[in-house]
C-alpha cells in the first residue's frame, strides 16, 4: 500500500507564499512522476503542477492558472515533492493534493490530469484571504 503524505498547507493573506510538501513511499526514485493537484468545493480536481526527474528526461509542466506564481520540485531519491506557491490568490483556496505514478502507467501525455495515473495522498488545505 502506497502512502503519501502532505504537509504545509494553511490559511495565508493575498499576496503571500506556502510551501507543500510530500513524503511518499513504494516508488523507484528512476521511474516516478510526481504532481500536484488541488480541488476548490463544488469544482473538478485539477492538475496544476507536474515533474518528471528522471535522468534524460526532466520536465516540469503547469496548468494556466499557477504558472509563473507556482514552482515544483522533486527529490525523487528521499521519494518527496514540493510545491511552492507565491503570489497567492483567494481563488487559490483549495485542497491540495500530492500525487504519484511510475512512468510506465503514467506515459501519455495528459498523465497529470482526472483520471490520474498513480496513487493520491489524503490533501492539505489551503486558504487564502
Not at 515533474?51 to 507556482?70: A, K, L, P
Amino acid at each position: 500500500h502506497v502512502q503519501l503524505v502532505e504537509s504545509g498547507g494553511g490559511s495565508v493573506q493575498a499576496g503571500g507564499s506556502l510551501r507543500l510538501s510530500c513524503a511518499f513511499d513504494a516508488y523507484t526514485p528512476a521511474n516516478v512522476r510526481m504532481a500536484w493537484f488541488r480541488q476548490s468545493p463544488g469544482k473538478e480536481r485539477e492538475g496544476i503542477a507536474a515533474i518528471n526527474t528522471g535522468v534524460g528526461d526532466y520536465v516540469t509542466r503547469y496548468g494556466d492558472s499557477v504558472r509563473g506564481r507556482f514552482s515544483i520540485s522533486g527529490d525523487a531519491a528521499n521519494n518527496k515533492v514540493y510545491l511552492q506557491m507565491n503570489s497567492l490568490k483567494s481563488e487559490d483556496t483549495a485542497t491540495y493534493y500530492c500525487a504519484v505514478g511510475s512512468k510506465w502507467t503514467c506515459a501519455a501525455g495528459s498523465w497529470w490530469q482526472v483520471p490520474f495515473c498513480g496513487d493520491w495522498g489524503q490533501g492539505t488545505q489551503v486558504t487564502v484571504s
